[in-house]
């Protein structure tokens, strides 16, 4: 793998890299933040001419100074002529409230600016990971999603908004602070620049070990979010089990970590402020040591000395500025680093350049010669393997697929909603490939209903009406009576308008998995994949279901995934798997008469209702 093509999420937690890589990172880095800026540049422009134009009148006061305590007081203490003193007040009281006034629209300007780029990185990540296969996120913790949404995003606002006004002033008003001082007194200057050498070595030390422990606790700070909300998304399982205090252990070592980390990064500072104020007391020192026997010698004006003892002191001011910018950019880069590493992944499963429309599909689907493999290359499905190289479901058929755990059934399903591409061979709907049809035509035309039944924030009708969101109030109605979802809505303290995030609005597992079934029969598919959906479901509110499914799927293909054998007994079609293969295939009563694997999970079912 080349360095151009490190990725984020491949190696995000890793705390050492490559020169090579760390290159490539940082390129990848600076591209994205060079796109976002550059719808921005004329306000960009715009932020750089003040606060130049701020620093530089800044930088005239202590010359101002100089200059009224060398020439105009003298004139108006021995001549009389007080004009070029108040000419001199005047201009320091001008620069200074002009550049005081500069100052408050370079914030404003700054901030606009920060505010701009945190929008777009937000968006940006949330229409992308929401567009990312479903290989991506399941791969990819909700915790480490959330980190880049959260804290990652917050340093690169403290960067933007906080640290770089300190880089900007440190660095301009020490430019032109250094430019003023050897107008006025060039030897100065020069004592600036040799102390400029141990200030160099000790700013490149820091710079070097900040990278390295800032790098560490964004990875750190990942861990310890994503501890957090595991622990709290399966809670139900850390009680139900008595996880508390293992959890507890676990997390605590992660924030003794994450302590550790931060301890070795404010050790940097620690040494590294003392040693800026022992550079700045020393060249403040020699230049008033050096300035002062000029002085004595009448080589050099007093009103010069003061300056250039101020211009030493505004230099070494902002340099603790640049620092805590060092930190805040350590911090912001790692959490760039990984921004962008999300930004920089790509769907496995991508839209066609030229797609096809199929605006009212039958819904026969056929997979050819296919074989599939996660990321490890391992094959989990071959159907070219089964017997027979194309496998063929005809339009409006209802296909039961049965095996045990892991024979690769949910793994066919993903494939016929293209949640996954096939490594080998294709899936055809009505004779296209999935690959080459039109995704708002695939999404319309097959649904996938899972065990997980996830509900979104809203009420119940909103709910029911994700697939359909111009779907009347009558079609919602109609959907949930298909299923027998009406009676339990009704009975919830708004009915259809109930909020099923607020009080009162909770629903049971089985009534979240109706309200999926309702959903999924409102978007009308012609190809509908129940993915173990029953098995939250009791008895009563099963049978209920399934004589919903018989009326409901006469016209339409549907893939029913099922260990409970009751539901397969709706099926025109039972394909049992194993292993990735399908090893038995026709309908339930063949296979039974055929006293092979499904005859044999049947036995074991009918045993278990005796």
């Known amino acids: 793998m080349s360095p151009e093509t490190v990725r984020g999420t491949r190696g995000e937690d890793r705390e050492h890299y490559t020169r090579a890589e760390s290159r490539a990172i940082r390129r990848r880095s600076l591209r994205l933040l060079g796109a976002i800026l550059k719808p921005l540049r004329r306000l960009v422009l715009l932020t750089m001419v003040v606060v130049i134009a701020s620093t530089a009148l800044r930088a005239i006061g202590p010359t101002l100074l100089a200059f009224g305590i060398d020439e105009a007081l003298p004139r108006a203490v021995d001549q009389g002529d007080w004009w070029p003193a108040i000419g001199i007040g005047a201009a320091f009281l001008a620069t200074g409230g002009i550049g005081a006034a500069l100052v408050g629209w370079y914030v404003v300007l700054i901030a606009r600016v920060t505010q701009a780029v945190m929008l777009e990185l937000r968006m940006r990540i949330f229409r992308h990971t929401q567009r990312l296969s479903l290989e991506f996120h399941e791969g990819y913790t909700s915790g480490r999603i959330i980190s880049r949404q959260t804290s990652d995003l917050e340093s690169i606002q403290e960067l933007l908004h906080g640290s770089l006004n300190e880089l900007v002033d440190a660095v301009l008003l020490g430019t032109f602070t250094l430019i003023a001082l050897f107008l006025i007194d060039w030897r100065s200057g020069l004592v600036l620049l040799g102390f400029g050498l141990p200030l160099v070595v000790l700013m490149w030390w820091f710079v070097r070990e900040s990278q390295k422990g800032f790098r560490s606790t ?15 998304t399966g809670i139900r399982a850390v009680q139900a089990f008595r996880r508390e205090k293992r959890n507890d252990a676990v997390f605590g070592r992660v924030s003794d970590d994450y302590r550790r980390a931060n301890v070795r990064v404010i050790r940097l500072f620690g040494a590294l402020d003392p040693g800026l104020i022992l550079l700045a007391n020393l060249t403040i020192a020699v230049v008033l040591l050096w300035g002062g026997l000029r002085v004595m010698d009448a080589g050099l004006a007093i009103g010069v000395l003061l300056a250039a003892v101020l211009y030493v002191r505004n230099f070494f001011g902002p340099i603790e500025d640049v620092a805590m910018f060092l930190n805040s950019y350590q911090s912001a880069a790692a959490a760039l680093e990984k921004v962008s590493g999300v930004l920089e992944e790509e769907p496995t499963v991508r839209d066609p350049a030229a797609p096809v429309r199929l605006s009212a599909a039958r819904g026969a689907l056929s997979f050819e010669g296919v074989r599939f493999g996660y990321a490890n290359g391992r094959t989990v499905l071959d159907l070219a393997e089964s017997g027979q190289r194309d496998l063929v479901l005809p339009a409006g058929q209802t296909v039961a697929l049965v095996g045990t755990t892991g024979a690769g059934k949910s793994t066919l399903a993903k494939l016929v909603a293209r ?64 299923v027998g979802a009406d009676a339990f809505i009704e009975s919830l303290p708004d009915g259809y308008a109930t909020d099923v995030n607020k009080r009162g609005g909770r629903v ?103």
């Not at 964004?218 to 979010?225: G, K, N, T």
């Not at 038995?584 to 092979?596: N, R």
């Open 419 to 482: 949640f996954y591409d096939p490594s080998e061979g294709r899936v055809a709907l009505d004779g296209v490939d999935l690959r080459d049809l039109a995704p708002a035509d695939l999404r319309r035309a097959i649904v996938m209903v899972t065990q997980e039944a996830y509900l979104f924030s809203g009420t119940v009708a909103d709910n029911i009406a994700l697939g359909k969101p111009d779907a009347t109030s009558d079609e919602i109605r109609a959907a949930a009576r298909a």
């Open 508 to 610: 049971s597992a089985g009534q979240r998995q109706l309200i999926s079934f309702a959903r999924a029969f409102l978007a009308d598919p012609a190809v509908l994949i129940l993915d173990e959906a029953t098995a939250s479901l009791d008895l009563p509110s099963e049978r209920q279901v399934q004589d919903a499914l018989q009326r409901l799927l006469a016209d339409r293909t549907a893939i029913i995934i099922a260990h409970r054998l009751s539901t397969v007994a709706i099926a025109d079609r039972v394909l049992v798997m194993e292993h990735g293969r399908v090893i038995e295939d026709g309908t339930p009563g063949e296979l039974i008469a055929s006293g092979g694997k499904f005859a044999g999970l049947h036995a074991a079912w009918e045993d278990s209702l005796a």
């Open 218 to 232: 964004r990875v750190v700070s990942a861990r310890l979010i994503v501890q957090f909300v595991e622990t709290m």
